[in-house]
Structure formats: structure tokens, C-alpha cells
T-cell receptor, first 112, second 115 residues
Framework: TQLLEQSPQFLSIQEGENLTVYCNSS?????LQWYRQEPGEGPVLLVT?????EVKKLKRLTFQFGDARKDSSLHITAAQPGDTGLYLC????????????FGEGTQLTVNP | EAQVTQNPRYLITVTGKKLTVTCSQN?????MSWYRQDPGLGLRQIYY???????DKGDVPEGYKVSRKEKRNFPLILESPSPNQTSLYFC??????????????FGPGTRLTVL
């Protein structure tokens, strides 16, 4: 069982549509990160959220950390083909020291 | 340019033949880590190191060894590879600051196939 469950696992949408990706857990995280990975490359950090209820915006991407710090969401407005990629959430638990746990990822395809 | 490099990028080998995947970072980061990425399972941590001569097991350490003799290098060693170690491997590094998470930089990945 994954500690961090991402949904959906696959998402194919048309350019201009909005979408939300979810990252859920029964565990509390001291911080949560979102990464984007393109084929043939390593993940690249998009954002880190650390406070329950925190909302961060990165252009058309909005990230939210749940009040209880057990879940997070990534919302993309007016998706573009350049947003295509694998989106990964990763959480650091207070009890896990320096270890980061990743979700299984959401593969997003934005069709022109 | 600040980066994490891995070599080789692609490797096909046979069961039981020892191999080493090298990882090097030029950012003077204390923390380095190895992950494997498999479909449907995401990234799973194999080993990590918080500084020179300090290494610890991650979630899936069986069948792997690491060493951290220098700050910039963190090689991954497979003493006797088996087919279930066929995977995409990533090395990563970040500054270590107790109590907060800094940006983790990933290498480009090594695709390993064990026949």
C-alpha cells in the first residue's frame, strides 16, 4: 500500500481545460513537495508547502496543503500542451527523519 | 552549471555480474540519495547519505550497496544483479538543513536492464 496515494493515475485532456490532481495519505507530513518529470529526465521541484491550509501559486498552477497536513492538491488552469508530464507528490514525515516518500505519480497529457 | 550527473545512462547486463552506477554533484550538498522508479510504484528510496561516511537504508535497500567517501560522489553498487533490479534509477542531492526541506536536485537517470 502506497503511503501517498495520487489520483488520478492517468489524465488526458484538451488544451484550455482545467484539472486537479490529488495526493492523499492517512499520515501527517511536516512538508509536502510537488515535482514534474518529463520523459528521459529526472523530476524537477515545482513547490514545497509546509503549513496546513497553505496555498501557493506558480503561474497557472495552484498548490494547496490540507489543513491537517495529510493531503494536497495541484490545480492547473487552462492547461497547455507544455504541461504534459508526470506529476509527483512527495512528503516528509516528522518521524521519518530525512526521508522523503513519493506518490506513484499522475501522468498528464494535454492534447492541442 | 549546478547539476547531478549519473553514469552510465543506459546499461544492459546479465544476472550476477557486479556493476556500479556513479553519481556526482557539484553543488557541495550534504545529502545524497538513490531512488528507483517502477511503473505504478513511483519513486522508492534505496539508500541515502547525510554526509561523508554516513549512509543509511531507505525503503528498498536489499541487493544494493553504497559508499560516501567524498562529499560529491555517491556510487550505487549492485554486487550480484538480478532481473527484479531492472528499473530506472535516479540519484539526487540537496543541502541538509535540519527541520526543513530544501530543493532536491535529480540526475538524468540510469535505465538498467538485468537479463
Amino acid at each position: 500500500t502506497q503511503l501517498l496515494e495520487q489520483s488520478p493515475q492517468f489524465l488526458s485532456i484538451q488544451e484550455g481545460e482545467n484539472l486537479t490532481v490529488y495526493c492523499n495519505s492517512s499520515s501527517v507530513f511536516s512538508s509536502l513537495q510537488w515535482y514534474r518529470q518529463e520523459p528521459g529526465e529526472g523530476p524537477v521541484l515545482l513547490v514545497t508547502v509546509v503549513t496546513g491550509g497553505e496555498v501557493k501559486k506558480l503561474k497557472r498552477l495552484t498548490f494547496q496543503f490540507g489543513d491537517a497536513r495529510k493531503d494536497s492538491s495541484l490545480h492547473i488552469t487552462a492547461a497547455q500542451p507544455g504541461d504534459t508530464g508526470l506529476y509527483l507528490c512527495a512528503g516528509a514525515r516528522e518521524t521519518s527523519g530525512s526521508r522523503l516518500t513519493f506518490g506513484e505519480g499522475t501522468q498528464l497529457t494535454v492534447n492541442p | 552549471e549546478a547539476q547531478v550527473t549519473q553514469n552510465p545512462r543506459y546499461l544492459i547486463t546479465v544476472t550476477g555480474k557486479k556493476l556500479t552506477v556513479t553519481c556526482s554533484q557539484n553543488m557541495n550538498h550534504e545529502y545524497m540519495s538513490w531512488y528507483r522508479q517502477d511503473p505504478g510504484l513511483g519513486l522508492r528510496q534505496i539508500y541515502y547519505s547525510m554526509n561523508v561516511e554516513v549512509t543509511d537504508k531507505g525503503d528498498v535497500p536489499e541487493g544494493y550497496k553504497v559508499s560516501r567517501k567524498e562529499k560529491r560522489n555517491f556510487p550505487l553498487i549492485l554486487e550480484s544483479p538480478s532481473p527484479n533490479q531492472t528499473s530506472l534509477y535516479f540519484c539526487a542531492s540537496r543541502p541538509f538543513a535540519s527541520g526543513r526541506w530544501n530543493e532536491q536536485f535529480f540526475g538524468p537517470g540510469t535505465r538498467l536492464t538485468v537479463l
